[in-house]
């Protein structure tokens, strides 16, 4: 895959459902970058990624309830360039896909009576990363942005939704960028791993002016 000039403006591309094959091949391409530069970023390790088959790719880019996102160069987006290398990624997994995983959130007690009567929709953030040679450009407060804007129009009462993620404790950057886009530090909350810190949104906080 090209990699186009690191000058050249970025934009927000949300990935179709069902994704095409060449976005698949962009996506495992990103994904496999990802756990050798920062595995953090999706909490695998990249010799178990690395045994997927494309069938296995195909099902994960493609899961229902999963949208993603990816930056790319504004103008291999408009010259429909199949070769271009994606610069970063954000899925957002929706309630329907994450209601019968419960060990996936942290027990958090000012939500816990709300959780149980199941009056909260669950948003899980995953996979949020961004390239070396784009970092710095305002890429993952764009895919941030867009993935709070799909949670907004997603149907049902906003007071309703939450939205999750988890991340290392001592990503300072990433927790500041987070804060300034309406995300709180969960410090009383149990099931997190050791040495990482979940953040929520809720509610009302999805309605707040972040532009």
């Known amino acids: 895959m090209g990699m ?31 756990l050798k530069t920062n595995p953090e970023a999706f909490f695998a390790a990249f010799e178990d990624a690395a045994k997927f088959t494309p069938q296995q790719w195909n099902e994960r880019v493609n899961a229902d309830g999963r949208t993603t996102f990816a930056a790319r160069r504004s103008a ?51 996979g949020v990363w961004v390239h ?16 709070l804007d799909l949670v907004k129009a997603e149907p049902g009462e906003p007071g309703r939704k939450m939205i999750f993620l988890e991340l290392y404790t001592n990503n300072v950057a990433a927790k500041t960028l987070y804060t300034k886009l309406g995300f709180l530090e969960e410090t009383d909350c149990e099931g997190i791993q050791e040495g ?15 532009r």
């Open 4 to 34: 186009a000039s690191p000058d050249a403006p970025i934009s927000l591309y949300r990935v179709p459902y069902p994704a095409p094959p060449e976005d698949v091949v962009r996506y495992t391409h990103i994904h496999l970058s990802t």
């Open 76 to 126: 291999a987006i408009a010259a429909g360039d199949a070769n271009d290398e994606w610069l970063g990624t954000l899925s957002v997994l929706h309630p329907r896909v994450l209601r019968p995983m419960t060990d996936v959130f942290p027990h958090i007690p000012r939500v816990a009576d709300q959780v149980e009567r199941n009056e909260i929709d669950r948003y899980l953030l995953i």
């Open 132 to 147: 070396p040679s784009a970092r710095g450009k305002g890429v993952a407060q764009m895919m941030i942005k867009a993935a």
């Open 196 to 210: 990482h810190t979940s953040m929520t949104i809720l509610g009302c906080g999805l309605e707040r002016s972040y």
